[in-house]
C-alpha cells in the first residue's frame, strides 16, 4: 500500500517539459503570450492564406484602382486593384518561410562551423575565426545586395544567401558555447572509455549546447524577416509581384504614396507587429530557459518607504 | 597592457588581408551570363564590348594575378603598379570617373549620418535602459522594453517613408533636397540630417536599450552593489559610480559590433532621403553592375569597420584591467 501512494505522489507532479514550459509562459510571462498569439496568427496567415484571404495573391483588377479602404476592400487597392488585404495575407505566408527556413539554414550552418571550430581547435580554429572576423567586417546588408545582384532576385536566392550570411556570423555564439561545454570533465573520461569523435559530439556536446541553439534561432527569425524586406525594398530581394512586404513598400507604390498612403501604411504595420511578436516571444523563451536569471541574489528594486530602516530592507530581501 | 596592444595592433594585417580577399573573390564571382547582362545593358552607352569589360575587370588572368593587380604588388597588364597600396581602387565601369574620387565626394555624408545617429541612439537607449534595469518589473520597466523591441520591430525604411509621406500630405512639407555643406551653414545641414538620424538612431537605440538594461540587471545582482548599498550610499551613487562603469564595458563591444548593421541602415536611409553619400552610391552602383565602384566601396567599408573594431577592443583593453590578465 505505501508503494501505491508513494507512485502516485510522485506521478502527479510529473507533467510533459513541453506543457510545462507553456504553462509557465501562461502565467509569468503576458508579454509572451501575446507575442505567441501573434506567432500564431502568422502560421496561421501563412500557411491557410487561400482559405482567408478574401482576393487572390495577384488579383489585377479586382477594384478599382487605388481606392480607400471600404467595405469591400477593407486596407484599399493598389494602383493595379488588387486587394491590399489579401496581398498582405499572402505576404504573411513569404515572411513564414523566409523567416523559418532562412533562419534553420543559417542555424544549420552556425552550428556546424562553430562545433568543428571549436572542437577540433588549434590552427583550423584561429585561421576560421579570422575568416568569421573578416566576414563580420564587411556590412551584412551590402555583402547580401552584391551576392543577390549576381545571382538574381528570387525567394530562394534570398534564403540562402541570408542563411549563408548569418550562419557565419551566428557561429561565433555556437563556438563559445562549445568552448566552455568541452571543458567539462566527462568529456575527457568518455575519451578515455574510448569513444570516437563522433559520439562524443552527438551524444555529449550537441544536447548540452541545444538550448544556445534555440535561442539562437529564435533571434535570427525576425532577423531574417526584417532583412528580407529591406532586401526587397532596396530591390534585391522577391522581385514583383510576389507580395514581400518589404516589396510592397517599394517600385511603384512609391510613385502613387503620397495619393494612397494606405499603400505604405499597412506592409509596415504588418511587419512591425509580426517582428515585435516573434522578438517578444522569443524573449519570453529565453527568459524561461536561462537558469542564470531565475531566482538570483535578490531583486534590486528596494522601494524606500517612510519607516523603513535599510537594515530592516536587507534582512527582508536575503531571506527572498 | 602593451603587449594587449601590440597584439590587437598585429591582428589588423590579416583581418583587412582576409577581408580584402573575401571582397575580392565575392567580385569575380560574376557569372559570365551576367557580364553578358552588363553588355547588354550599358554596352551601347558606354561603347564597350564584352572584351572591353572582360579586359577592365581583369578577368582574362589566373585569380591569383587578379588580385595581385587588384592589391597592387602585381604590375598592371601594361607594366605599370597601381592598385590599392598605391590609392587607385580603379575607374566605374561605365562612367569611367575614378571611383576614388566617388567615394571622397560621398563620404562627407555617410560619415555626418553616422555619428549623428550614434549620438541619438546612445542618448536616447542609455537613459532608458538604465531606468529599465533599476525599476526591473515595474510599469516603467514594461513600457521601456515594449519601446525597445518597437524599435528593433519598425522596419528603417518604413519610419522613414512615414516620414516622408505624412508630412506631405498633412503640411505640404518636403525635406531639402539640395546638400549644405556643415562648414558653411551648421543649422541648414543640422535641419537636413536631423530626421534620417533620428530614423537610423531608432533601430540602434533598440538593441542598446535592452544590452544596457541586461548588463545592468546582471552587475547588480553582485555582492560589491549589496555592500555599496550596505553603506548607506544614495541610489544614484550605486548606480553611477559602481554599477554603471562595469555594465557599459560590454555595451561598447555591442556599440562596435553594431556598426556594420548600422552601415546597412544608413544605405537605406540615404536611399529614402535621397541623401548622396557612399550608401546611395553603392545601391546605385549594385543595380548599375558596376562592379569597380562596388568593389571599391565595399572595401572602403571594410577597412572602416577593421579600424572601428579596433578602437572599441582598445577602449575595452583601457577600461577592462582584467584583459591583461587573459
Not at chain 2, 553619400?277 to 572602403?300: F, H, K, N, P, Q
Amino acid at each position: 500500500m505505501k508503494d501505491n501512494s508513494l507512485k502516485r505522489k510522485t506521478e502527479r507532479k510529473r507533467r510533459s517539459g513541453m506543457i510545462n514550459l507553456l504553462a509557465r509562459l501562461l502565467k509569468e510571462k503576458p508579454l509572451g503570450t501575446v507575442g505567441l498569439l501573434i506567432t500564431l496568427l502568422l502560421l496561421l496567415a501563412g500557411v491557410f492564406a487561400n482559405f482567408i484571404a478574401p482576393y487572390g495573391m495577384n488579383a489585377v483588377g479586382a477594384g478599382p484602382s487605388l481606392s480607400a479602404p471600404s467595405i469591400h476592400f477593407w486596407l484599399g487597392t493598389d494602383n493595379l486593384g488588387r486587394d491590399l488585404l489579401s496581398r498582405i495575407i499572402y505576404g504573411a505566408r513569404i515572411s513564414v518561410i523566409v523567416g523559418l527556413i532562412g533562419a534553420a539554414i543559417s542555424v544549420v550552418l552556425s552550428t556546424i562551423i562553430g562545433i568543428l571550430s571549436a572542437y577540433i581547435g588549434g590552427a583550423f580554429d584561429l585561421i576560421m575565426q579570422r575568416i568569421v572576423d573578416a566576414w563580420m567586417c564587411i556590412p551584412p546588408l551590402i555583402l547580401m545586395m552584391v551576392l543577390i545582384s549576381m545571382v538574381g532576385p528570387g525567394m530562394w536566392q534570398v534564403i540562402i544567401v541570408m542563411g549563408l550570411s548569418f550562419g557565419i556570423t551566428g557561429s561565433r555564439i555556437v563556438r563559445s558555447s562549445t568552448i566552455s561545454m568541452k571543458a567539462n570533465m566527462y568529456l575527457e573520461a568518455s575519451r578515455a572509455l574510448g569513444c570516437s569523435n563522433t559520439r562524443i559530439l552527438t551524444k555529449h556536446i550537441l544536447p548540452n549546447i541545444m538550448s544556445t541553439i534555440i535561442i539562437l534561432f529564435s533571434t535570427l527569425v525576425p532577423t531574417m524577416i526584417l532583412t528580407e524586406a529591406s532586401l526587397s525594398f532596396l530591390g534585391f530581394g522577391i522581385a514583383p509581384p510576389a507580395p514581400s512586404w518589404g516589396g510592397m513598400l517599394t517600385g511603384s507604390a512609391r510613385n502613387y504614396m503620397f495619393m494612397a498612403p494606405w499603400l505604405v501604411i499597412w506592409p509596415g504595420v504588418a511587419l512591425s507587429i509580426v517582428v515585435y511578436g516573434v522578438n517578444v516571444f522569443g524573449d519570453a523563451l529565453r527568459d524561461l530557459l536561462d537558469p542564470r536569471l531565475m531566482g538570483g541574489v535578490g531583486r534590486y528594486g528596494v522601494k524606500i518607504k517612510k519607516g523603513d530602516t535599510v537594515k530592516s530592507k536587507l534582512a527582508a530581501r536575503s531571506d527572498g | 597592457m602593451r603587449v594587449y596592444i601590440i597584439r590587437r595592433l598585429l591582428l589588423i594585417i590579416p583581418t583587412v588581408l582576409l577581408t580584402s580577399i573575401i571582397i575580392f573573390i565575392t567580385i569575380r564571382l560574376i557569372p559570365g551570363s551576367i557580364i553578358d547582362i552588363m553588355v547588354e545593358q550599358f554596352g551601347a552607352y558606354a561603347k564597350v564590348d564584352r572584351a572591353a569589360v572582360e579586359n577592365e575587370l581583369g578577368l582574362n588572368v589566373p585569380i591569383y594575378i587578379q588580385y595581385g593587380r587588384w592589391v597592387g604588388v602585381v604590375p598592371q597588364a601594361d607594366g605599370k603598379i597601381s592598385g590599392v597600396m598605391e590609392g587607385n581602387l580603379g575607374d566605374s565601369l561605365w562612367h569611367g570617373t575614378p571611383v576614388i574620387s566617388e567615394i571622397e565626394s560621398s563620404w562627407p555624408v555617410t560619415f555626418e549620418l553616422a555619428v549623428l545617429g550614434l549620438i541619438i541612439s546612445q542618448a536616447i537607449a542609455l537613459p532608458i535602459g538604465i531606468y529599465s534595469s533599476i525599476r526591473q518589473d515595474t510599469w516603467g520597466d514594461y513600457v521601456a522594453r515594449t519601446f525597445a523591441i518597437l524599435c528593433i520591430a519598425v522596419p528603417g525604411f518604413w519610419l522613414g517613408t512615414m516620414i516622408v509621406v505624412f508630412p506631405s500630405i498633412w503640411w505640404g512639407y518636403s525635406p531639402p533636397i539640395t546638400l549644405i555643406p556643415f562648414i558653411a551653414n551648421p543649422i541648414g545641414n543640422l535641419k537636413m540630417f536631423i530626421i534620417p538620424a533620428i530614423v537610423l538612431g531608432m533601430s540602434m537605440a533598440g538593441i542598446s536599450m535592452r544590452m544596457t538594461r541586461t548588463m545592468m540587471l546582471e552587475v547588480l545582482r553582485q555582492d560589491y552593489i549589496r555592500t555599496a548599498w550596505a553603506k548607506g550610499l544614495r541610489e544614484r551613487v550605486v548606480v553611477m559610480r559602481h554599477a554603471l562603469r562595469n555594465a557599459l564595458i560590454p555595451v561598447i563591444t555591442i556599440i562596435g559590433m553594431q556598426v556594420p548593421v548600422m552601415v546597412g541602415g544608413e544605405v537605406i536611409i540615404e536611399n529614402i532621403f535621397n541623401l548622396p553619400g557612399m550608401g546611395r552610391l553603392i545601391t546605385t552602383a549594385t543595380l548599375d553592375r558596376d562592379y569597380t565602384i562596388v568593389s571599391g566601396t565595399m572595401l572602403v567599408f571594410g577597412i572602416v569597420m577593421v579600424l572601428i573594431n579596433l578602437l572599441v577592443d582598445l577602449t575595452y583593453g583601457y577600461l577592462d584591467p582584467r584583459v591583461n590578465y587573459k
